[in-house]
Every structure is written in structure tokens, then in C-alpha cells.
């Protein structure tokens, strides 16, 4: 069973070594290794039991060391670099030949980010090499928020999880890239996409796997919980649920429903706040799917801010 601590020093010589070590990044936390030693490169795929067309997120300490890995650098996107990271924003570079084409799925560009945490951030200025790292849990399943979620899943197959306590974010980067001069969203996430607009102009959103071969990873059922996940009108179904009497449990944005009992049902922000909603959605998604209902009924939240992005995970955790 993986040991979980705070000590940056073993969580280095494991890496070192060629080892996986889970890191905590402020959206999700990682299944990281050597990004530029395809053997652990090959290790992280089988660990999360993910198919190889999806490429990985090089995670580096700054926007310097980018240079490294990237043969140019679209003004554009140094702007979005030097704003926004440390942070939940992830870009697509032209790589160099010393990315493993294992971390790219042999595409042309690299999907790179300086994660905002300040353990991992000590971890990777530490290392001489930068580290490759999928959200820490198995290909599919809901991300991990806190070091508890990684041991549950991959606790037996990885040595260390460095413990940096719950995600602050709780969504996954955005993922942004240029075509021909347009700044193109791929992934909806925890940068949220007025505050990218407000420093290059609009953006166009390109986020569906169907017609988006070049973000594989975003298959439409993802993030998915093992039960049924209903999305809809939550007073209605609740009340068509009572009649037949289903057991279910609520995912609501705020509201509380006195019908059903406290266990049954999780608010993800009674005041109605977005980042809130954001940081609490992955483990409250979790806990359903560990109780006793046999559905999870939720609700769509505003499609403003980081709404559109929740929604976005909603929807996903919805299709099977
Ligand atoms: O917040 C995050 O981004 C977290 C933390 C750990 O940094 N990582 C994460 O990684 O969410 P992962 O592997 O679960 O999702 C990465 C997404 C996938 O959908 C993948 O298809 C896309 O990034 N991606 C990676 N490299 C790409 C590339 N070269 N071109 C297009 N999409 C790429
Ligand atoms: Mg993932």
C-alpha cells in the first residue's frame, strides 16, 4: 500500500528511480513520472489502465525551463503563460524531439503547465527532468481531490503519494492551444475562460472528443461515477423518485431538499458559490458513488464562469 507524507526528498529519489509518485497540483492530483524516461512514461498508461492515444501534461517549474521542451513559443500564449502560471492552465506547444512521443501519443505539440502547489512546485525545481502526469485515478473515473481518493484507487500500485491536502480548484486545467492565430479552448477547466478572453480576445471552444480528435482524452463519458447519474429538473425528479420509491441520493448546486434525508443528499455550495462548487464537486461525486443509493440525481449549474466547466463534468459523469 502507497505511504502517504509530505517529504518532498522521497518523493525526488522515487522519481529519480524511474517510480511513480501521486503529486498534489491546486486542480487534481497527479500520477507522476519522468516525463522523459519512456519506460516510466510507459508505467503511468498501464498504472490508470489508459489507452496510449491519449497524451499526457508535462508539469515544469517555469516558464523558462518551457523552453526546453518547446521548439517556438506563440506570443499569444507566453502572455496566457506569464498571467496565469503558476496555475490551472495547461498549453499546447510545438514539442522538441526530447518529449517521448509515449507523452504526446506521437502528436506534434506538447501539453505543458507549471502547477500551482507549493510542495510540487519544490518537488519539480528539485529534479533535473520534468514530470508527466494524467489526473491519479483510473481511465474514466471521477479525479482525485485529496490524497484519500489516490490511495483508494491506486494505493496498491504506487509507492508514495505526496500529501498536499485537498485540491484548492478541483477541476482540471484548461487546456488552450493557437490555430492560425486563434486562441482555441480544448479543455473547459479551472482557469476560467472570460479571464484568458479578457487578455487575448475571444476564443474559440473546441472541446468535444467526437469532433475533436486532437484532445483525445476527451471522450464524452468521463469522469464518470460507477452508478447511474441523472441529470435534470432535481425538484421534479426527486419527487418522481419518492413516488417510485427509488433509492437515490442529490447532487445539488445549493439547494436543500428536507424530503430526503442529510446522508442522501450533498450541497455543493449552500451559498451558491462557483469556486466553491468547483473545489467540492470531485469528492461529493465520490462520496455518492460510495453510499448506499443505487442513482445519483444532479442538476445542471449556471452556464457563467467556472459553471460552464462543472457543467461540462456534469454532463460527462452523465453519459455511459
Ligand atoms: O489539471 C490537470 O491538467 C491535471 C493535473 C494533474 O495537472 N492533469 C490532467 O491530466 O488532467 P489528464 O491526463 O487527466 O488530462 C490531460 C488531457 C487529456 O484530455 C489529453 O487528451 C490532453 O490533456 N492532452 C495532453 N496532451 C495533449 C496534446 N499533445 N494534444 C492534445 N491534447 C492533449
Ligand atoms: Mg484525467
Redesign the pocket.
Known amino acids: 500500500m502507497a505511504e502517504i507524507g509530505k517529504d518532498i526528498e522521497k518523493a525526488k529519489l522515487l522519481l529519480q528511480e524511474g517510480k511513480l509518485v501521486a503529486i498534489p ?1 491546486e ?4 500520477l507522476a513520472g519522468n516525463a522523459l524516461d519512456a519506460e516510466a512514461v510507459a508505467m503511468i498508461f498501464e498504472t490508470k489502465n489508459r489507452p496510449a492515444f ?4 508535462l ?1 515544469t517549474s517555469s516558464i523558462e525551463r518551457v523552453e526546453d521542451f518547446v521548439s517556438s513559443f506563440p506570443e499569444k500564449l507566453k502572455v496566457l503563460a506569464e498571467n496565469f502560471w503558476p496555475g ?1 492552465l ?1 498549453l ?1 506547444l510545438p514539442r522538441k524531439p526530447i518529449v517521448p512521443d509515449l507523452v ?2 506521437g ?1 506534434d ?3 505543458i ?1 507549471v ?1 500551482n502547489h507549493p510542495l510540487t512546485l519544490a518537488l519539480l525545481e528539485s529534479l533535473d527532468f520534468p514530470l508527466a ?4 485515478n483510473p481511465f474514466g473515473y471521477i ?1 482525485p481531490t485529496a490524497p484519500v481518493h489516490v490511495a483508494a484507487q491506486l494505493g496498491e500500485k504506487i509507492p508514495y503519494i505526496l500529501d498536499g491536502g485537498a485540491c484548492e480548484v478541483g477541476l ?2 484548461t ?1 488552450v492551444g493557437i490555430e492560425e492565430d486563434e486562441i482555441v479552448i ?2 473547459l ?2 482557469l476560467d475562460i472570460s479571464e484568458i478572453e479578457k487578455l487575448v480576445g475571444p476564443v474559440k471552444i473546441k472541446d468535444h472528443s467526437s469532433s475533436n480528435p ?5 471522450l464524452d463519458s468521463h469522469y464518470a461515477p460507477r452508478k447511474p447519474f441523472v441529470l435534470g429538473e432535481l425538484k421534479e425528479l426527486v419527487s418522481e423518485s419518492l413516488t417510485k420509491n427509488v433509492d437515490f441520493s442529490v447532487l445539488s448546486f445549493s439547494d436543500f431538499f428536507p424530503e430526503i434525508s442529510a446522508e442522501s443528499q450533498i450541497a455543493l455550495s449552500p451559498e451558491g458559490n462557483l469556486l466553491e462548487a468547483a473545489k467540492n464537486l470531485f469528492s461529493a461525486m465520490r462520496k455518492l458513488d460510495e453510499g448506499k443509493s443505487t442513482v445519483i440525481l444532479a442538476e445542471l449549474l449556471p452556464e457563467e464562469g467556472l459553471g460552464r466547466a462543472i457543467n461540462d463534468r456534469l454532463r460527462r459523469a452523465a453519459v455511459k
Open positions: 497540483t486542480t487534481v492530483y497527479g491519449d497524451p499526457l501534461i508539469h490551472p495547461t499546447l504526446t501519443s502528436l505539440r506538447v501539453a503547465r502547477p502526469a494524467p489526473s491519479a479525479s482540471e486545467s487546456i480544448y479543455r477547466g479551472g486532437a484532445a483525445p482524452g476527451q
